[in-house]
């Protein structure tokens, strides 16, 4: 089945310096990509999703890259900020399977002043 | 907005005791799931449905029973449970088949002594 890498674990950075967190998968089916955000206590919440078709996809502050010959995905907050801190799950799923994503292990970023 | 709810929110629980998690949603989405998240694994998918009166095995079932008895409840039951159960465990619902949009709970807090 698919499996999903995650890295890094642990990112700290600098108030507006830029964080980028990536996932590699296996399965060359996989054509649904997104990122999730889970606050302290909280449920998860989507960031940004893509389809196979789009290699980059920008919003709010966030870009999504995906290179499919790698089977890699990222995502870059541009300018971080302290609300920013959370831990960040990529998630993938074929199209032919309803709904049954494959999560990485998150991100625990850390955005300090 | 949607909404996906859990009961209840914190639960300690004796081995061999049956517990019994609860989920609603108010999306009208078709598909709902139940996840528990793991520090060092991320979320792992242990029963999805695709609607009412329909429950399938996720990749971690062992342990877990689950029923759906309308399109808005999701239940999960572990009929013996054992201190290895001990997790937080979220509930999400989505609706669009391999572009599925997942919208989580908050999470229940088990632990099982």
């Known amino acids: 089945g698919e499996q999903v890498e995650q890295r890094p674990p642990h990112l700290s950075v600098r108030e507006g310096d830029s964080a980028i967190i990536i996932c590699t998968y296996t399965d060359s089916a996989t054509a649904y990509f997104s990122w999730y955000k889970q606050e302290a206590g909280a449920g998860l919440q989507l960031l940004m999703s893509?389809?196979?078709?789009?290699d980059r996809k920008e919003e709010q502050g966030l870009t999504v890259l995906l290179n499919k010959k790698d089977k890699r995905l990222s995502l870059n907050l541009t300018a971080a900020h302290p609300g920013d801190s959370a831990v960040y799950f990529c998630a993938v799923s074929p199209t032919q399977v309803v709904g049954q994503l494959t999560f990485g292990r998150g991100t625990r970023l850390q955005v300090y002043a | 907005e949607a909404a996906v709810t859990q009961s209840p929110r914190n639960k300690v629980a004796v081995t061999g005791g049956k517990v019994t998690l609860s989920c609603n949603q108010t999306?009208?989405?078709?598909?709902m799931y139940w996840y528990r998240q793991d520090t060092g694994h991320g979320l792992r998918l242990i029963h999805y449905?695709?609607?009412?009166?329909?429950?399938e095995k996720g990749d971690i079932p062992d342990g877990y029973k689950a029923s759906r008895p309308s399109q808005e409840n999701f239940s999960l039951i572990l009929e013996l449970a054992t201190p290895s159960q001990t997790s937080v465990y979220f509930c999400?619902?989505?609706?669009?088949?391999?572009?599925?949009?997942?919208?989580f709970g908050p999470g229940t807090r088990l632990l099982v002594l």
């Open positions: 893509v389809l196979s078709n789009v």
């Open positions: 449905s695709y609607g009412a009166g329909s429950t």
């Open positions: 999400a619902s989505g609706d669009r088949g391999g572009r599925d949009t997942q919208y």
């Open positions: 999306n009208n989405h078709n598909n």
